[in-house]
């Protein structure tokens, strides 16, 4: 099974509703396919998403580290030997993480169809089915309140609500959709860095003193703020959860000895792909620290190896936040990952299972 050629395709989808953040707003999933093959006539899928405010990847940027540094490192090598490509991957250029994240993915598709079984286990085993929670966008408080009863009613029961815009505000919102589905749901906070420490430890204090138990709180300060992360994650009794501050395994690992979060998040376009996700969440476990593992804005390409991820390591991965696909107005994959509201399951097709890709536009090379 040698790697013959690199091809390149679009994947957009629009979305339900905006998707809101503290530093964005978004109305499509728009994601870069990455497509491996191979001289059987074996294809192995991965996908990117662009997130210039998150990673610096633009979509012009991944598909030039892959044309440029990554794919010159593969073509006409035995797609077998995942350990030696994965780190030629890693090795190719500085940064660069959701186009190797593409890449990578897309080595263990391969490496599942080789050897003939679903990804997760060969990465670890497990039991095939999670639970996810659903994303809230932040938004006038009676949209965000209407928003998490429809989530509850379609069975979601872990909700997690977009903040940052206003701490005062925020506290606002937090209690009233909290008053709106008390008992039927957790809630989990993301502040996508839009606070500060001070602000943060304040706003969680006024929140927990009113009764608001929240599961988590994930990145209340910005992302190389380790310290006034550390000054939040000391005061309050909310579990912390480092997201956009996941850079790599040396940045975990300096996370974990700082004692900074309680929690770290694994994102495959922030990791670089499977291979360090999984280090990280071995290296998180050593330590007794849990992991939660999310996705950015993407499709269901690369979110189906986040789920093979989570099965292999459901020990240390304890949350799941895998809701991109859910947030489309279609899914237009078909592979072995199933996407039902907040169940997803894993079949039987090796690799990531994929058949079938409607909708994909391709990019010349």
């Known amino acids: 099974m040698k790697i013959t050629d690199i091809r390149f395709g679009r994947l957009h989808v629009p979305l339900q509703t905006p998707f809101k953040t503290s530093t964005r707003t978004v109305d499509a999933i728009d994601d870069i396919v990455v497509m491996i093959d191979t001289d059987d006539g074996h294809v192995g899928y991965g996908s990117a998403a662009a997130t210039a405010m998150i990673t610096g990847d633009t979509h012009g940027g991944i ?3 892959i044309r440029h540094h990554l794919a010159p490192a593969l073509i006409g090598e035995e797609a ?7 780190g030629r991957i890693r090795t190719a250029l500085k940064r660069n993480t959701s186009a190797k994240a593409a890449v990578d993915i897309a080595l263990h598709d391969l490496f599942g169809q080789r050897y003939g079984a679903p990804l997760y286990r060969l990465i670890g085993g497990g039991e095939p089915a999670l639970t996810t929670d ?24 872990a909700l997690k609500l977009k903040v940052g815009k206003d701490p005062g505000v925020d506290v606002e ?8 589905i008390e008992g039927r749901a957790v809630l989990r906070l993301d502040v996508n860095q839009g606070w500060t420490a001070k602000q943060a430890v304040r706003a ?3 929140l927990e003193d009113a009764g608001v138990k929240l599961d988590i709180v994930e990145q209340p300060v910005k992302s190389w703020d380790l310290a006034g992360m550390q000054y939040v994650t000391e005061r309050i009794d909310t579990p912390v959860v480092a997201d956009e501050s996941v850079t790599g395994i040396t ?4 996370i974990i000895r700082r004692r900074a979060a309680d929690i770290i998040n694994i994102k495959l376009m922030k990791t670089g792909g499977v291979t360090t996700a999984l280090r990280i969440a071995d290296l998180a476990s050593t330590y007794g620290v849990e992991c939660m593992i999310g996705c950015m804005l993407e499709g269901a390409i690369s979110v189906a190896a986040a789920v093979h991820v989570a099965v292999a390591r459901a020990d240390v991965i304890t949350r799941v936040d895998l809701d991109g ?7 237009p994959v078909e592979s072995n990952v199933c ?3 907040a169940e997803i399951t894993i079949g039987d097709g090796p690799g990531l299972g994929i058949t079938k890709v409607h909708g994909l536009e391709p990019i010349d090379a």
């Open 80 to 86: 077998a030997d995942l350990n030696v490509l994965t």
């Open 204 to 206: 969680l204090h006024q």
């Open 339 to 341: 996407f039902a509201d």
């Open 325 to 331: 696909p859910l947030l489309g107005r279609f899914n």
């Open 134 to 157: 659903v994303t809230i966008s932040v938004d006038y408080i009676d949209k965000m309140v209407a928003d998490a009863i429809a989530a509850v009613e379609r069975g979601f029961e």
């Open 173 to 180: 919102r937090v209690k009233a959709v909290h008053a709106a």
């Open 251 to 254: 940045n975990v690992a300096e």
């Open 63 to 65: 598909l030039d580290a």
